[in-house]
């Protein structure tokens, strides 16, 4: 059976958000699964030396004519949310919770935590507002608020983010395919060539 392609992103990633909407199906055109990872990137950042994007010198301000104009290309929802970045330890905690269940679930979930912070601009990074997109979609509201507080689960996200920086894991989005790493959104094409024809 083929290997699964690893996709890791951070919930406050707008390029990740993006990813998210497009890596399932380019898989399943080629027979692959994925596995998704979310992480923390400030945490990678204490070891690669990045920084937010709005934070950075002209990169920033490109990204903010980019990212709109991603979405409009590839017909995503977004909308800037007022708050950028936030952190992703609520929404990395329900979500490795949930897929300790379900998966696939799981994978919903992100889409829908994704949706809910770069379309509708709720900050995900409240407990509460987790909660609550997570009940939106009839998963139990308070067993997960209980599980947000739990130390073995605060305990996930931090170990699956050093987990990726081991695989060499510096950014949002990235893919592990094969072995081979692929960084940003805009290297999917090269993702569905290796796929379609192998490695080049």
Known sequence: MPTPIDFYFDFSSPYGYFAAHRIDAIAKAHGRTVEWHPILLGLVFEVSGGRPLPTIPMKGDYARVDVPRAARFHGIAYAPPAKFPVSGQAACRAFYWLAAQDAARAQRLALALFHAYFADGRDISSPQVTVDV????????????????????????RSATQQAISRGVFGSPYFIVDGEPFWGNDRLDQVERWLASGPF
Do not use: F
């Open 134 to 157: 997570a009940a939106e979609m009839g998963v139990p509201g308070p067993a997960l608020a209980a599980a947000l507080s739990d130390p073995a689960v605060k305990e996930v996200p």
